[in-house]
């Protein structure tokens, strides 16, 4: 079920609106469960994880939207990955971002 609806979404995973794309497919019932964010305030950079449906997203970065932005972007790539529809751009983006400094 979960990875047929998914490819029916119509996602396509951007940097900037990954969150937004989260919470779309969480309202819309494509998952099962809600996005979990953890924050870590290291001083000068923020760490985020983010957790749903088995999997796991992080990033890092001096904000705190941004890096949580890289870590649902991570798990979103994931997903689809894992469901067979990822485009090879996206898993470049993926890399892009999560050693971007930003």
């Not at 779309?24 to 000068?44: I, S, V």
């Not at 992080?58 to 890289?70: E, L, M, P, Y």
Request: glycine residues 10%; charged residues 30%.
């Amino acid at each position: 079920g979960l990875w047929k609806n998914l490819s029916e979404a119509g996602i396509v995973p951007d940097p900037e609106n990954s969150i937004n794309q989260l919470q779309e497919l969480d309202q819309k019932k494509y998952l099962g469960d809600k996005p979990e964010y953890k924050y870590d305030d290291g001083g000068n950079v923020w760490g985020v994880e983010c957790r749903v449906e088995g999997y796991f997203g992080w990033g890092v970065s001096k904000t705190k939207v941004k890096a949580k932005k890289k870590a649902a972007y991570m798990v979103l790539v994931n997903m689809l990955i894992s469901a067979g529809i990822c485009k090879d751009e996206w898993h470049d983006k993926l890399i892009e971002n999560m050693t971007s400094k930003e």
